[in-house]
């Protein structure tokens, strides 16, 4: 089997797998909190409801970003796989921008995260380890 077909797979495969993932994981962090059980849960005040939305907004423009920088690495990819011959270099400096890329995602994912918990007071910060502690528990036993 040709290494191009076996590269092709594999990265067929990565990305059927990544977006499986990312659509079993349902709402983001920002999404629940905006929900009806968590605003209740939380008492969260209107404009806080606001300022929450507002940053998950923002994040989710920059999530359109990244999917289209995405698109122009897996047609990179392609491209290079396709190729009549195999260019490590450009390979690896692929991955690189991919590396870069997904750490660009991460830092922009955990600064909301921090906006949104400095939003919260001191008794909501609390009720929502609660939550989550129940959540982590309540998940562990299904997988026992």
Known sequence: MKLSTILSAVILTGSILTTLAVNAKGQGHGDFLLSKRAVA?????????????????ELRVDKKAFKSERKANREAFRALVEAESFDEEQA?????????????????HLK????????LTVEQREKLAELREK?????????N
């Open 41 to 57: 849960a939380l008492d969260l005040t209107v404009d806080q409801q606001t300022q929450i939305k507002s940053i998950i907004d």
């Open 92 to 108: 690896k400096a692929l991955m690189a921008d991919i590396k870069a890329e997904r750490s660009e995602k991460m830092l922009a």
């Open 112 to 119: 909301s995260r921090h906006q949104i918990w400095q939003l």
């Open 135 to 143: 959540r982590k528990n309540k998940q562990g036993s299904h997988h």
